[in-house]
């Protein structure tokens, strides 16, 4: 049966066996664009796929209402899955991006001493259980179970990313909750400590004891048989109390905080500030409301969570990455009314304070798509040269989804700025959605553009046709493209060779295979410059554009230029072994062929083999040669860096999971903060003096500025020497540490 036939009777007869079907016969589409895209992140092109896939369930009716005008079902699940995978992408580039800030130098400066241990230790269990179920169930399985971020992801429903986010989260509630009892601990140094002292090994034979003890009690008649079954109907009953608020939702949400926050005992009740209509700005629909019996509640509970969006405004301190995470709470706190918290947030971008404009731009991005009142000062925002929040006022911008109306001030910008032409470039694509006739607006606009007399301009517009238009575009872009890959600038090469790759690729094609049908005859007045671009381009990405290109091009390429040929057979190799993988498809020697074949896929690979365990124990020495061979150069740009240190921990992961009774191949970021929280504690009892030495010791192993998300052995061990030559007491703590994170570490330094 067709596609669309299924999706009818999906949409007609609510038959999910045809849904399932159709998801099956489309699936390998969907995950493996994504794949593609992402760069072979599996979890990220999971997530991708179930996005996809649950907007087609959505938009069934509507797409079959249209479907005697409408493109193939491939096509319109090509380009979702184009548009949901990049956003996926930026938000793991934002994810990544305030984890490496927060990896930097300043780490000496977090403390944990042992005995935090013993302040938390007796009222964690307790802050636990005030927690949602959701947030506990995320730290149970991190920290007390030990399990990974993929297998926490897997057991809660999200992706890997999902879950990392979920447990920051639910770390943050947790440290407010312990804060209310005194312990004032930061979120990073409470993930250390929860880390290394949640979990606690049971004695030796106990579990085989418990289990014949139980089984025998279980067969003997008991009188405690009534209260067993009470047990379970109460947890079935709460099963379904949770089911009501997910189904009440903003109410839901509304109510969370005071119900967490409600001490033992006592009965959790709305908070009602004194003066409920002073948290209302000028205007604002509620603003001087007065108390009635029906709206009393609403508005005090109101009233309240925007008091805490105010508060999260004005947070003394506060984190330095924007949204910081009191923004976060408060304005899910507002759950269906975050749109009430919109005027608040307009409000304060008039304010002189930097940091709290920072915080309202990111505050609107997090309301989403009911900030869209607030596009005109997001825009007005990026208008301002040099302004700091450009960026993340563009965020934002994303988020919400502007309107047809901000397109003009947006390309305005895009004259204006030459230097903020790259971040525009990637995020013009937010004023495209489904519609036909809003993309044919678009894309008139942006070819308004392409006669524009500064090249950056012309070639940022062609690159965005190209994105919207793919083969379509052909006609409009291919001179502006010609240009720009002759142009000694590499941002420009970049985006022209990015730009034809669209084009020549067809939306339908799950491997983006390049055409000389899509490209169209003028194409082949680009030759010179891909030839010029494969022999003499520093950028191995841009060479394997410009070869891809060439190949359609010229069909006699690969048997005239052997070297292009293998490096052609080489990215398709590629291509189809991650698509494999990330099927579930590739056994252990097919896997250990790709670690050998393809290094760029070595995550994907390292990520499959973990997942087997001990049975892939014949991988180890591919893993371990695959480890050895990724050097990180001096001059790598922040997303090869990105790229290597992924690659490295998912081979350091797979290693430790197949074999872990042999020593680690890498410190992980964890391990490494736990390391400097020793340092740090000793050079802030010491002084001035003792910080800086310890600094350039940091700087003999790792480069100041460089990210530390992870360190070989011998980079710790020279880490740990060197400390030892300064401070011998604090040597010895940091050996202590590291031969507990690892039973196996050898050092120089000798206690």
């Not at 380009?79 to 995978?85: A, G, L, N």
């Not at 800030?101 to 241990?117: G, I």
């Not at 420009?492 to 730009?499: F, K, M, P």
Request: net charge neutral.
């Amino acid at each position: 049966m067709d596609d669309l036939a299924l999706l009818r009777r999906y949409a007609m007869d609510g038959s999910d066996d045809a849904f399932g079907q159709l998801v099956e016969q489309r699936l390998s589409l969907v995950y493996a664009t994504a794949l593609r895209l992402s760069g072979g992140n599996a979890p990220l092109a999971q997530d991708a796929a179930q996005l996809v896939f649950t907007n087609l369930a959505r938009r069934a009716a509507a797409l079959c209402a249209k479907s005697s005008a409408a493109p193939p079902l491939s096509g319109w699940l090509h380009r979702d899955t184009y548009f949901t995978t990049l956003e996926l992408l930026r938000q793991e580039r934002r994810r990544r991006a305030r984890e490496q800030e927060a990896a930097t130098m300043n780490e000496l400066d977090r403390l944990s001493s042992a005995d935090e241990w013993e302040l938390i230790r007796p009222l964690l269990d307790e802050a636990l259980q005030k927690l949602e179920p959701l947030d506990r169930a995320a730290l149970l399985l991190r920290f007390f179970e030990r399990r990974s971020l993929a297998e926490v992801g897997e057991c809660l429903g999200f992706g890997e990313s999902g879950a990392s986010r979920r447990i920051s989260r639910a770390l943050e509630k947790l440290r407010r909750l312990l804060a209310r009892r005194g312990v004032t601990t930061p979120a990073a140094a409470l993930s250390l400590i929860l880390s290394t002292r949640a979990w606690e090994a049971a004695p030796a034979g106990l579990a085989s004891r418990l289990a014949q003890a139980s089984l025998a009690a279980a067969a003997a008649p008991s009188t405690l048989a009534p209260l067993a079954f009470m047990a379970s109907t109460k947890l079935k009953m709460g099963a379904l109390a949770l089911a009501g608020l997910l189904l009440a939702g903003g109410a839901a949400l509304q109510l969370r905080h005071s119900f967490n926050e409600a001490s033992p005992g006592t009965k959790p009740s709305l908070p009602a500030p004194a003066s409920p209509a002073a948290s209302f700005p000028a205007g604002h629909p509620l603003a001087g409301r007065k108390p009635g019996s029906q709206q009393e509640a609403v508005t005090k509970a109101l009233a309240a969570a925007l008091a805490r969006v105010r508060r999260a405004l004005h947070e003394a301190g506060g984190a330095k990455t924007f949204p910081q995470q009191a923004m976060e709470e408060a304005i899910a706190g507002l759950g269906e009314n975050a749109r009430e918290a919109v005027p608040l947030l307009r409000e304060a971008l008039q304010e002189t304070d930097p940091v709290v404009r920072l915080r309202a731009i990111a505050g609107l991005g997090l309301v989403g798509k009911d900030a869209v009142a607030a596009v005109p000062d997001l825009v007005a925002v990026m208008r301002r040269n040099g302004d700091p929040g450009f960026r993340l006022a563009l965020s934002s911008l994303e988020q919400i989804g502007p309107p047809l109306e901000a397109l003009p001030d947006v390309l305005q910008i895009l004259r204006d700025q030459p230097e903020r032409r790259l971040d525009l470039a990637n995020s013009l694509d937010m004023f495209y959605n489904q519609d036909r006739g809003r993309i044919d607006a678009v894309a008139a606009q942006e070819r308004a553009l392409l006669n524009d007399p500064d090249q950056g301009v012309r070639q940022i517009a062609a690159y965005a046709l190209a994105m919207a238009l793919r083969g379509k575009a052909a006609p409009y872009i291919m001179d502006i493209a010609v240009e720009s890959l002759q142009s000694a600038d590499e941002d420009l090469r970049g985006l022209a060779l990015s730009a034809l790759k669209n084009v020549g690729t067809a939306a339908s094609d799950p491997l983006g295979k390049v055409t000389l049908a899509n490209l169209g005859p003028d194409a082949a007045k680009a030759m010179p410059a891909l030839t010029e671009i494969v022999r003499n381009s520093t950028r191995a990405d841009q060479k394997t554009l410009a070869l891809q290109l060439l190949d359609a091009l010229d069909p006699g390429l690969r048997q005239t230029d052997p070297v292009a040929g293998a490096a052609l057979r080489q990215d398709e190799g590629m291509t189809l072994f991650l698509q494999k993988v990330g099927q579930g498809g590739a056994s252990v020697p097919e896997l250990i062929e790709g670690l050998q074949s393809y290094p760029k896929a070595g995550a994907a690979a390292a990520r499959a083999l973990a997942a087997l365990g001990p049975g892939a124990q014949t991988a180890l020495p591919a893993l371990r040669a695959a480890l050895g061979a990724l050097v990180l150069q001096p001059d790598a740009s922040i997303g090869e860096t990105s790229q290597i240190n992924q690659t490295r921990n998912a081979l350091a992961d797979a290693l430790q999971k197949i074999d872990p009774d042999q020593p680690k191949a890498l410190f992980t970021q964890t391990d490494i903060q736990s390391l400097l929280e020793i340092l740090g504690h000793s050079a802030q009892a010491g002084d001035n003096v003792l910080k800086q030495r310890y600094y350039t010791a940091l700087g003999s192993v790792v480069p100041p500025g460089s990210s530390l998300a992870n360190l070989t052995p011998d980079q710790t061990d020279r880490l740990i020497t060197a400390v030892a030559g300064i401070d011998p007491a604090t040597g010895d703590a940091m050996l202590a540490q590291a031969r507990k994170i690892d039973p196996h570490f050898v050092s120089q330094h000798a206690p």
